[in-house]
């Protein structure tokens, strides 16, 4: 009896872990959901871009929460230039440095060109994050800003370089 006892309260005690593991992503997929039902509901209103790319960036950081800083980036000039369109967290002096960038900087020209996401692990292999942060101790993801397969803009969000994005990120 004790042992069915000590194996039935092990599976209680497993099926428990695997619950709230479930609960958890659940309450995560739910909030992104929400993002992009709120991003797909504003988008259809008429907003200039700096006032969408904003509010964008803001639901960005809400949803990924390591995230505490953030830029969003637009390509301008026949692609010869990111031009800073929408900030959150930054320093002013950052922001100073950061309105007008070459895409062929670092990690952002691996984006730009590639369409593809790029984490940098220490905000020094970023040159903005070198010349503009306090980098000891964060990342940065890179993300693109697609529309029709063409990248029109990258959004870095700024996160401490302990934490390690997954695929789902």
């Not at 958890?24 to 209103?45: D, F, K, M, P, V």
Request: aromatic share 4%; with cysteine; hydrophobic share 40%.
């Amino acid at each position: 009896v004790r042992g069915a006892k000590d194996s039935l309260e092990g599976r209680v005690a497993e099926r428990t872990r695997e619950l709230a593991q479930s609960e958890a992503a659940l309450r995560q997929r739910n909030q992104e959901l929400a993002a992009l039902n709120a991003i797909a509901s504003i988008t259809g209103r008429a907003l200039d871009l700096d006032e969408l790319l904003d509010w964008v960036l803001e639901q960005a950081i809400q949803v990924f929460e390591p995230a505490q800083e953030g830029a969003i980036f637009v390509l301008g000039d026949a692609g010869r230039e990111l031009r800073l369109h929408a900030h959150r967290g930054l320093p002013p002096e950052a922001v100073q440095q950061m309105l007008s960038i070459s895409p062929d900087a670092g990690p952002y020209q691996e984006v730009v060109e590639t369409g593809q996401p790029v984490y940098t692990v220490d905000g020094k292999e970023d040159p903005l994050c070198g010349c503009t942060l306090e980098t000891d101790g964060k990342g940065c993801i890179l993300v693109p800003l697609k529309t029709e397969g063409s990248v029109h803009g990258v959004m870095a969000l700024y996160i401490p370089a302990t934490y390690q994005p997954n695929p789902a990120d």
